[in-house]
C-alpha cells in the first residue's frame, strides 16, 4: 500500500474485534512515529502504551467515558513533552490554557510523529481512532505524567469490525490558495 492508499483507506475507528494486535505491529508504528521531523530535532513526543483492561478502561473514564474505547486492546498515550524544546530548565506547568509558545512547538511536532503512526499502523492493516476529547488534569494523573508535560491523543489501536465510509471532503479549489490570502484563483 502507497502513502496516499493509506491516507485514502484511514479512517476512525470506533468498534473494534477481539483480535490481539501483536508487539512487533506496536513497536513498528511507534518506530515510524519516533522518524517524524519535529523542529531542531528536538523529538519532543512520548508514547505510552497501554494494553490492560483496568488502564484502557480508565482512559477511557477520563476521556468523557467514551465506553467504546475499552474494545480496542492497545491504547497509544501521545504526550509532548515542553522539556524538550525548552534551553532552560524551568517550572512549567502546562494545560489547555497554557501561553508559552514552547507548548505550542512541541504539540505541533507531537501531532506529525502522531500522524506517522495512524498511517503505519493504516498500512499495517491496523485501525486508529485519534481521541482528544479529555482535560490535562483528567488524564495525566491516570497514567502519572506530570504537569509539564501535554497529553496531545490517545491512539485506539486494533482490528475494525466496522468499514465506514469516507467522509466528504472538501475540494481543493475551496482549501487552496496561491501566494498570499487574497488569491484563491490561483491567478
Not at 517524524?36 to 482512559?59: C, E, H, Y
Not at 510523529?113 to 481521541?131: K, M, N, P, R
Amino acid at each position: 500500500m502507497n502513502i496516499l492508499e493509506s491516507i485514502q483507506d484511514r479512517r476512525s475507528i470506533r468498534t473494534y474485534t477481539d483480535k490481539e494486535v501483536s508487539a512487533s505491529a506496536v513497536e513498528e508504528i511507534l518506530e515510524a512515529a519516533r522518524l517524524a521531523p519535529s523542529g531542531s530535532n528536538t523529538q519532543p513526543w512520548r508514547f505510552i502504551v497501554v494494553r490492560s483492561d483496568k488502564m484502557r478502561s480508565r482512559l477511557a473514564q477520563a476521556c468523557h467515558n467514551q465506553q467504546w474505547m475499552n474494545q480496542a486492546p492497545v491504547h497509544i498515550v501521545c504526550v509532548a513533552d515542553v522539556q524538550a524544546q525548552c534551553s532552560e530548565v524551568r517550572e512549567l506547568s502546562i494545560d489547555e490554557h497554557s501561553p508559552e509558545p514552547e507548548a505550542k512547538r512541541v504539540i505541533r511536532c507531537t501531532a506529525i510523529a502522531i500522524e506517522h503512526l495512524v498511517l503505519q499502523a493504516q498500512a499495517l492493516g491496523l485501525s486508529t481512532c485519534w481521541i482528544a476529547w479529555f482535560m490535562q488534569s483528567d488524564i495525566r494523573p491516570v497514567l502519572g505524567i506530570p504537569e509539564d508535560k501535554y497529553v496531545v491523543a490517545v491512539i485506539t489501536v486494533g482490528y475494525s469490525d466496522d468499514r465506514p465510509a469516507p467522509r466528504p471532503r472538501k475540494a481543493l479549489s475551496e482549501i487552496v490558495r496561491y501566494e498570499s490570502w487574497d488569491d484563491a484563483g490561483g491567478t
